[in-house]
């Protein structure tokens, strides 16, 4: 029996519990509001559910991603390469830097970017990689690692950190990845980087932040590293507030005109309950996407994979494509959803469609297949406080949508 009623369906509200609210309560009431005991237990959390030594927490993943060019090195005259298919925040960092920023077309019915063509993209300016795991999907990291394997020659370290690489990086955005896994590794035992964030909207969230975390078989100085981030969050002040705090410890040092970006112990408290029920969290993911895809990939309507052999997605996202649809049929699809009371959304407008990314000379005709995603995908919602109901709701909603258009 179809449902008559009009639901209220948000996208993606943040899934907050007693707990968290309990929590940060007990934070206001510590005494101790910014970054301390608590951001330091959540990156202690982190690492541990990641299998690493060490995290850094950070107010957003697009900190983390900048500060980590920052520290490598990366500046003008440098090249970095990522997705044309992703946020802004996956480019514009490398415009932060001074950087030149090189898109690749994804490949041919893929959210993926095209190897082939990340191959070809590579020079002797490339410094890093910066691949996107879209929705929640690990890359194909070891596709990639084959391609930095193949044009290790062109790479010219500008300093000792990029010797110890003597390669091109490879720097994650795990903004929506945070808990997936693909060959028996966790999203952050990947790449050389990883960074994640923990947004608003995101599987695990803290309001606003983020989180970077490194592969420990590198040879890189854990301490070294995770004291440069605190430099660099952190005005390049050689103590935080934590420690400044000790009796007869106000004296610092300013080692570098640096950045402010830090997480404070009220984010991280909603962190850390997050986490303790994370994998709850990322089940429920699981059946919502299993319930979409056993009613609509019958029909037609195509999805990313988040579940298969080797692999398993944070399932973040539920990206829809309705095949032989366009632009405007697309969008008139999510206006009658949004009438309907459900609202959907586009995961992404390819960077080149922007003005701030035509202005540096992109065009989208050069990134066809990033296009061809972008012009039939519809993001149903996903999230934890959907009931099965609701599902029912959208999926029908969604089939009338299509019925009257088509």
């Known amino acids: 029996m179809i449902d008559t ?14 707990a968290e609210i309990n929590e940060v309560i007990a934070a206001l009431k510590s005494g101790w509001i910014t970054t301390g005991p608590r951001t330091k237990e959540f990156e202690r959390r982190i690492a541990e559910y990641i299998g690493l030594n060490k995290a850094v927490c950070l107010n957003s ?12 090195g990366v500046g003008p005259g440098d090249e970095v390469i990522t997705s044309a298919y992703t946020y802004t925040a996956s480019a514009s960092v490398i415009d932060h830097v001074g950087a030149k920023i090189v898109l690749v077309d994804t490949a041919p019915d893929s959210f993926e970017m095209d190897y082939a063509k990340l191959e070809d993209a590579i020079t002797e300016k490339t410094k890093v990689i910066i691949p996107v795991d879209l929705a929640g999907k690990m890359c194909d990291y070891d596709a990639i690692y084959s391609v930095v394997k193949s044009k290790r020659e062109l790479f010219k370290p500008n300093n000792e ?3 110890l690489f003597n390669r091109v990086i490879v720097m994650a955005d795990a903004a929506h990845a945070f808990g997936a896994m693909r060959n ?10 990883t960074c994640f964030s923990f947004h608003a909207v995101k599987n695990l969230t803290t309001a606003e932040g983020g989180a970077v975390v490194w592969r420990g078989d590198r040879g890189l100085d854990n301490e070294w590293l995770y004291n440069q981030y605190m430099l660099y969050s952190l005005h390049g002040q050689s103590k935080d507030a934590l420690a400044k705090s000790q009796k007869g410890s106000w004296e610092y040092d300013i080692v570098y005109p640096a950045y402010k970006c830090n997480m404070p112990d009220i984010m991280a408290s ?8 994370y994998e709850g969290l990322l089940e429920r ?12 990939l019958h029909l037609g309507v195509q999805s990313l994979q988040h579940y298969g052999k080797g692999f398993a997605s944070s399932g973040h996202l539920y990206l829809a494509r309705i095949p032989g649809i366009g632009e405007e049929e697309r969008n008139e699809i999510i206006m009658k959803m949004a009438e309907e009371g459900v609202a959907c959304n586009v995961h992404y407008k390819p960077l080149p469609m922007f003005t701030a990314y035509r202005s540096l000379g992109l065009d989208i005709k050069d990134f066809p297949n990033a296009y061809n995603q972008y012009v039939n995908e519809i993001t149903l919602p996903l999230h934890t406080l959907l009931s099965n109901e609701d599902i029912k709701y959208v999926v029908e909603r969604l089939q009338k949508a299509i019925k009257y258009l088509l």
């Open 5 to 18: 009623k009009v639901r209220n369906i948000p996208f993606s509200p943040p899934d907050v519990t007693g």
């Open 61 to 72: 993943a697009t900190s983390a991603m900048e500060l980590t060019l920052r520290i490598l």
């Open 161 to 163: 950190l990029q010797k």
């Open 184 to 193: 028996g590794q966790t999203c952050g035992e990947v790449a050389d980087f």
């Open 270 to 277: 909603i962190g850390l309950m997050q986490l303790n029920r």
């Open 285 to 296: 993911r699981r059946e919502i996407i299993e319930m979409y895809n056993n009613e609509l």
